[in-house]
């Protein structure tokens, strides 16, 4: 069993080592895709754009998989633990039996003492297994995500991004204009109930 975990616990680095390796690929593609626009080629751009956009996922597929085999590597070293702490118990309770016969109360006073340290190194492995299994993400980027990335990756170099694609980066200029608006009125109606 204690293979197992082993190859568990390996498996979950590899996954982890797999997502820094697209997390590397995403920022090449990026930085692809902003020389492209900067050149004018909006073609090679998208197709940069996309691949930023699969190896971002990828990325975040390696995580969440490299999440869920440590977790269940946690509960395999749980089990491991579980069976080291039995057969201790065991051995205790054993030894405690052939203390009572003799009464020999220091014998019986460094069992329990044995006893209670078994459990206490249960509880702390319990503790770090939950704390691993409460990791967990899940994210899921939309279609559309391809055309926002190329807009910030022109606004980054400092380029028009000449598309005839609808865009909320356009909308959200007018929105934000009309929240500062209604933020400004609140403020006013806000310092006039305090002047009363």
Same mark, same amino acid.
């Given at each position: 069993?204690?293979?197992?975990?082993?190859?568990?616990?390996?498996?979950?680095?590899?996954?982890?080592?797999?997502?820094?390796?697209?997390?590397?690929?995403?920022?090449?593609?990026?930085?692809?895709?902003?020389?492209?626009?900067?050149?004018?080629?909006?073609?090679?751009?998208?197709?940069?754009?996309?691949?930023?956009?699969?190896?971002?996922?990828?990325?975040?597929?390696?995580?969440?998989?490299?999440?869920?085999?440590?977790?269940?590597?946690?509960r395999v070293q749980s089990a491991v633990t579980t069976?080291?702490?039995?057969?201790?118990? $065991? *051995? @205790?309770?054993?030894? =405690?039996?052939? !203390?009572?016969?003799?009464?020999? +109360? %220091?014998?019986?006073?460094? #069992?329990?003492?044995?006893?209670?340290?078994?459990?206490?190194?249960?509880?702390?492995?319990?503790?770090?297994?939950?704390?691993?299994?409460?990791?967990?993400?899940?994210?899921?980027?939309?279609? $559309? *995500? @391809?055309?926002?990335? =190329?807009?910030? !990756?022109?606004?980054?170099?400092? +380029? %028009?991004?000449?598309?005839? #694609?609808?865009?909320?980066?356009?909308?959200?200029?007018?929105?934000?204009?009309?929240?500062?608006?209604?933020?400004?009125?609140?403020?006013?109606?806000?310092?006039?109930?305090?002047?009363?």
């Amino acid at each position: 069993m204690e293979k197992h975990l082993f190859n568990l616990k390996f498996a979950a680095k590899e996954l982890e080592r797999n997502s820094k390796k697209c997390d590397k690929e995403e920022k090449v593609e990026k930085l692809k895709l902003k020389k492209a626009i900067e050149k004018g080629n909006m073609e090679v751009a998208k197709i940069h754009a996309e691949n930023a956009i699969r190896q971002k996922n990828q990325s975040l597929n390696f995580l969440r998989m490299s999440a869920r085999v440590d977790a269940t590597a946690s509960r395999v070293q749980s089990a491991v633990t579980t069976k080291k702490v039995s057969k201790s118990m $065991e *051995g @205790v309770v054993k030894g =405690m039996s052939a !203390a009572m016969k003799s009464m020999n +109360l %220091e014998k019986i006073s460094t #069992l329990m003492d044995n006893f209670e340290k078994q459990f206490e190194d249960l509880d702390v492995q319990t503790s770090v297994m939950e704390g691993a299994m409460s990791q967990s993400t899940a994210t899921n980027i939309p279609q $559309e *995500g @391809v055309d926002i990335l =190329m807009r910030q !990756a022109a606004d980054e170099a400092g +380029l %028009e991004l000449n598309m005839e #694609l609808p865009g909320p980066a356009q909308a959200t200029i007018g929105q934000s204009t009309q929240a500062s608006t209604e933020q400004d009125e609140l403020s006013q109606r806000l310092a006039r109930l305090r002047q009363v």
